[in-house]
């Protein structure tokens, strides 16, 4: 249960199969539990994963700040045909995949575990956010974010690493996020220092 009314863990109002949220996860909502609700419709765009077969997948103990949004593969179109219209997406046109040039999926958008995004930021389709990185507030991911890197504006670049190469391998190797609340418990010291 969190200390504050506006922080709700994500994973107790996704619905939708195609997003995997993990353990802890939060949403800080100016919009208190309306917009955890809304989460999955609000903040993440795009998603199709009936026709592009697409997931979002967050690791476990992320802080996800308002007003972040995940573009998901439905925002791409085909841009190496004559039309770039996404006949696919309406009944009428009885599309035939097998006749088109395949559309170009990036893949899974995947987040790693305690991974901090700020307010307003924008992850592209297909991204992959290494463990402990922090996205700073509007910025706009268009490629993988290494390990305990803190990256920034638009497009996203790195702006520092969060510790030294050795310390990142000892923590990724440490991987407290998978231990249980005991063990975590056990850790906050040094967590936290």
């Not at 077969?53 to 791409?76: H, P, Q, R, T, Y």
């Not at 997406?89 to 990036?106: G, L, Q, V």
């Not at 507030?137 to 969060?162: C, F, H, L, Q, W």
Request: net charge positive.
């Amino acid at each position: 249960m969190s200390k504050s009314s506006k922080i709700y863990l994500l994973k107790d109002y996704i619905t939708n199969t195609a997003i995997e949220v993990g353990e802890y996860s939060y949403f800080y909502s100016f919009q208190n539990e309306k917009g955890a609700r809304e989460f999955q419709n609000r903040n993440i765009l795009y998603h199709f994963p009936n026709v592009h077969k697409d997931k979002l997948i967050i690791g476990n103990f992320c802080a996800i700040a308002e007003d972040v949004k995940f573009l998901m593969n439905g925002a791409n179109h085909r841009i190496d045909s004559i039309s770039t219209y996404p006949f696919e997406m309406f009944k009428e046109f009885e599309f035939n995949e097998k006749t088109a040039k395949p559309f170009k999926s990036k893949g899974d958008t995947v987040i790693g575990h305690d991974v901090w995004i700020g307010y307003g930021a924008t992850i592209m389709p297909g991204v992959k956010i290494g463990n402990g990185s922090i996205i700073a507030a509007k910025a706009v991911v268009t490629k993988d974010v290494e390990p305990y890197s803190i990256v920034a504006g638009n497009p996203a670049k790195v702006k520092r690493m969060r510790f030294e190469k050795n310390k990142i391998k000892e923590l990724e190797d440490l991987q407290w996020w998978n231990e249980s609340i005991e063990s975590i418990k056990t850790m906050l010291e040094k967590l936290t220092k």
